[in-house]
């Protein structure tokens, strides 16, 4: 057993001054199959601490379960931790920000509006209580005082750039305490004197995030904390990426230097992140500051490990950073070999329409007025509106798009109404079925629209007056992939181009266990699977033109299935040598 505590300048290590060299690798973003990997090359990088976030959602997705299985066993990731030798810091929330689905925060928390997220309010705490409940026996017992890896626990997430609601805060503390967290715990914000002061309370650890001018940010921070050891728990060496934009980088030798001028003043670090993973399904989050931007689906942030947790040159700077203030150890990991690259046949498919009834309860009953996908318990993916126009019907409008429509009558293409752009009408031609097939494209992580409602937004319209009717239709287009019963049609190759929304299929042999590069290029928008795994999103728009594959999904025969919301001319998937993740500016 061991025992870890904050000291007048130092953390520490029984009864020894220990300087944590942390790195994020979040669990829920990579493959629990390279899990151990990607432990591994951190510790031959010269860290000695790994950090993850909890991402409350992702375990509870309805109320009252707590799913722990595979890519969610948190007991193994952390017990994979304490196999390489070293010790973790978890970061369970309730908010976790993370550019992940809604912060974390599960989506059927928001269906009541008397719930006040992120305050002391009963509703809110009740259903942390609840998570709290699940999660922490994980936790605790996987303290170092009981012969595990954990060390710190944070409260919160960046809660001075939200509110000042010290009740709050301490409620969180002792539903950890009463958990059985016993480990410091330890606040982060960013350092100015607002945010340190709103964030966190005189008996819990003040951390900092920042990515440069470390003795600049480090002074403020020792402004609101005289004693203890300093931190940086979020050392931002690099950054994300949004559908639309350029794809963020930072130079390794600017970065190394950030983190030499950080190490140089004595405080310890985690690096955020240390490998980025994947937002893989529809986990992505948003940023809304009066424009919609949702999260791409790489989360390779520019880290030291790539995406695919391949050792980059910015591992490499890091690595002799390191070396000049903690023993670096073992041997470099091998150089990654470029990923086979080959084409399959696209030669089935099958139209979304057409398979309707294996996707969605076609028997669901109309309603009066327009419910919102959270309504109907669609917290994520796809929903179909659909109503019936009346003669002569010329403009269709809403109160809001949230986050992306296909507008169809009578089954034909009209238009597309996009949040980002601000669409709330639509001209129609004569016709008598409307179908809107509704995206939402992940939920804002930070700021105040976090817990919005997806769908479509009301008042509907046709020409200024009310459109009630309605039937919606949530569709499950994960549980449709792997149940395997779509009803694909031979000979997409023969058909030429492929109008959409419909689903194509290729089939191919690989190698097990080996990473691949699926390029989206001419698919336009929608999402793809290997084997029933949702690889995540493609669109266009860039910057990403790839998706990572991680070898443990694939068998030796493999199905691949991709849903084109606009049908496609392609009748060839090209697996490609390397990512794409776009261009680095404008």
């Not at 016993?182 to 100015?192: E, K, R, W």
């Not at 203890?228 to 970065?255: R, V, Y």
């Not at 804002?444 to 479509?456: H, T």
Request: aromatic share 10%.
């Amino acid at each position: 057993m061991g025992a870890f505590e904050i000291g007048d300048e130092d953390f520490l290590l029984n009864g020894e001054p220990f300087r944590v060299l942390a790195g994020a690798i979040h669990y829920f973003r990579v493959h629990p199959d390279h899990w151990a990997d990607r432990i591994h090359k951190a510790r031959l990088m010269g860290l000695n601490t790994i950090e993850t976030y909890v991402a409350w959602n992702a375990h509870s997705p309805a109320r009252g379960g707590f799913d722990t299985v595979g890519q969610l066993d948190l007991a193994r990731f952390l017990d994979l931790i304490a196999a390489e030798g070293m010790y973790a810091i978890v970061r369970p929330g309730p908010f976790i920000c993370a550019e992940w689905d809604n912060g974390g925060l599960p989506g059927w928390l928001f269906t009541d509006p008397a719930v006040g997220v992120r305050r002391n309010e009963p509703l809110y705490m009740a259903a942390v209580a609840e998570y709290f409940e699940q999660l922490l026996p994980i936790v605790a017992s996987r303290q170092i005082d009981r012969g595990g890896p954990v060390i710190l626990v944070q409260i919160e997430n960046e809660y001075g750039a939200y509110g000042d609601d010290k009740d709050y805060l301490r409620a969180l503390v002792e539903l950890n305490r009463a958990g059985g967290i016993t480990v410091p715990l330890t606040t982060i914000d960013q350092p100015t004197d607002q945010m340190l002061s709103d964030g966190s309370l005189p008996d819990l650890h003040k951390t900092g995030s920042f990515g440069s001018r470390a003795t600049e940010r480090l002074a403020v921070l020792r402004r609101h904390q005289s004693t203890g050891p300093l931190m940086c728990a979020e050392f931002w060496n690099g950054w994300f990426d949004h559908w639309g934009a350029h794809h963020h980088t930072t130079s390794a030798e600017d970065s190394a230097r950030e983190l030499d001028d950080l190490l140089a003043t004595g405080a310890s670090v985690s690096l955020y992140m240390f490998t980025g993973g994947t937002n893989f399904g529809f986990t992505n989050g948003a940023n809304d500051k009066g424009v919609f931007q949702p999260t791409v689906t790489s989360y390779d942030y520019d880290a030291p490990l790539s995406e695919s947790g391949e050792v980059t040159a910015k591992y490499l700077a890091f690595r002799e950073v390191l070396a000049k203030y903690a023993a670096v150890t073992g041997s470099l990991p091998a150089p990654a070999v470029p990923a086979p690259a080959f084409e399959v046949a696209l030669d089935e498919f099958v139209s979304l329409w057409d398979e309707l009834p294996a996707l969605a309860d076609i028997s669901a009953a109309p309603t009066t007025g327009l419910p919102s996908m959270d309504a109907l318990g669609q917290y994520t993916g796809f929903a179909l509106y659909r109503s019936r126009l009346t003669p002569g019907a010329r403009v269709l409008s809403f109160g809001e798009v949230r986050d992306r429509a296909q507008v169809f009558v009578d089954g034909n293409p009209v238009g597309v109404l996009q949040r980002d752009h601000h669409d709330r009408s639509i001209g129609l031609p004569p016709g008598e079925r409307l179908d809107l097939l509704v995206e939402d494209q992940g939920r804002v992580n930070y700021g105040p629209r976090i817990g919005e409602d997806k769908g479509l937004i009301g008042p509907a319209t046709l020409d200024g007056v009310t459109l009630a009717d309605w039937q919606v239709l949530p569709l499950d287009v994960d549980g449709f992939v792997a149940s395997g019963s779509a009803r694909f049609a031979l000979d997409l190759a023969g058909s030429g181009s492929l109008s959409g929304p419909a689903f194509v299929r290729g089939r191919f042999t690989a190698e097990p266990g080996v990473d691949l590069f699926l390029s989206t290029a001419g698919w336009g928008k929608g999402q793809a699977w290997i084997n029933g795994f949702n690889l995540g999103r493609f669109w266009d728009r860039g910057p990403q033109t790839t998706l990572y594959v991680p070898g443990p999904v694939l068998r030796a025969d493999n199905e691949l299935v991709i849903l084109c919301l606009h049908g496609t001319e392609s009748t060839l998937a090209r697996f490609v040598p390397r990512p794409d993740l776009g261009h680095t500016d404008f």
